[in-house]
């Protein structure tokens, strides 16, 4: 299982984000069980039962998309609702000439795959999607090019060769003042990875990707969301928005001293902000804690939670934190852009939710020395705020 343990055993650790996150190449050999993760079998379901309309779906070969209509038909039901219909001979042919399949998303519709990007997510402290990528041939899906997040790859059928070309641009964003230009020259790393194997790439890294090892390949893309320094100011102006420089109109019709004033006042406090050694550490807690995550009704609990002990239910929310109260013999709980206090008693409880596995409420009530019915009123206000789902009906 790819949790958050795992991954941080499989990636280095504290090792890992020291050195090499965001700054350079890595490749971990057979690191990865990737036993009922991903298979050729669940591709197949995938594509055969869910409506997976382009770009959730698609096809590319040489840097293009393959127009659809080449591997799918338009059809619409009685309800006049139309969408592409896969045609395997179709999809089989551009395949068997060169096209790469990618598939969107997969962690919202595969279980074991949603549980692995949750637990990356954990580790890393940022929201990951999950593409699957299908070759089959040497030629290249998508020609040399870069990515604007980085990148967390699980091989897991066959083999895939990546060449790497390094950046041409320091940390290139999607919304930047000028394109990377291409690279020159011979690759910096020419790596095949095999079953199993890790590799994790930064952002901004020039790199070519071909199935050319005489096997079918199938890998897993854990796509890493970035947050940059632009980021960091959107959230300390949201912070600011409660003085009065920040809601003050701006004069654009005063003289130009009354303008001066008004601009020293805004840099006084944006400095003094960013004066604050703790930041980052400031803006990581509001980043994990207002987090939405992923989420899931409890059905059939509309109208509160009954205090059943096999009553099994988990976080959905990535990230969040419990902070004791000093003084009050409360905790703070936050999570999914809430905060609750509950009694201090409640803390092991809330700890072991965060840990991200499902637990049944007899586990939250032994874990804390509580009665299952206090337990199962304090998950019932989690999952009123959209924090906890109750995974596990028990009915």
Request: hydrophobic letters at 45%.
């Amino acid at each position: 299982m790819l949790d958050l343990a795992s991954w941080a055993g499989r990636l280095g650790g504290d090792t890992f984000l020291a050195q090499t996150y965001h700054r350079s190449y890595a490749h971990f050999p057979g690191t990865a069980d990737v036993a009922g993760l991903f298979s050729w079998d669940d591709l197949n379901r995938i594509i055969a039962t869910q409506r997976l309309e382009p770009p959730r779906l698609r096809l590319s070969v040489d840097g293009e998309m393959v127009p659809v209509h080449r591997y799918a038909v338009p059809t619409t039901n009685r309800r006049a609702v139309t969408w592409s219909r896969i045609q395997p001979a179709e999809l089989h042919a551009q395949l068997r000439d060169g096209a790469s399949l990618v598939l969107d998303s997969v962690e919202k519709i595969h279980p074991p795959v949603g549980a692995a990007a949750e637990g990356l997510e954990r580790f890393l402290g940022t929201s990951v999607q999950v593409n699957a990528y299908a070759s089959w041939t040497e030629r290249e899906g998508f020609g040399l090019h870069w990515d604007d997040h980085d990148v967390v790859v699980v091989q897991v059928h066959g083999s895939k060769r990546w060449r790497l070309y390094g950046a041409t641009r320091e940390a290139p964003t999607f919304r930047d003042v000028e394109t990377p230009e291409k690279p020159e020259g011979d690759p910096v790393a020419d790596i095949v990875l095999a079953p199993g194997d890790v590799f994790y790439l930064p952002r901004g890294w020039w790199h070519a990707v071909t199935a050319d090892q005489g096997t079918e390949s199938l890998h897993l893309t854990f796509g890493l969301v970035s947050h940059t320094g632009a980021d960091l100011l959107h959230w300390v102006v949201d912070q600011l928005r409660s003085g009065l420089a920040l809601r003050k109109d701006i004069p654009r019709f005063a003289s130009l001293p009354d303008q001066s004033d008004f601009l020293a006042e805004l840099r006084r406090e944006l400095l003094d902000e960013l004066a604050d050694p703790r930041l980052v550490e400031r803006w990581a807690e509001s980043n994990d804690t207002t987090h939405h995550g992923h989420a899931i009704p409890s059905l059939p609990y509309v109208d509160g939670l009954p205090a059943r002990p096999e009553i099994a239910v988990r976080l959905t929310a990535p990230r969040g934190r419990v902070v004791e109260n000093s003084g009050h013999s409360t905790v703070t709980f936050s999570a999914a852009g809430t905060a609750w206090d509950f009694a201090d008693a409640a803390a092991p409880a809330l700890r072991l939710l965060l840990l991200g596995q499902t637990a049944t409420l007899g586990d939250l009530a032994d874990c804390a020395g509580l009665e299952v019915k206090d337990v199962a009123a304090l998950v019932a206000v989690l999952i009123e705020g959209q924090a906890v789902a109750v995974v596990g009906t028990a009915l």
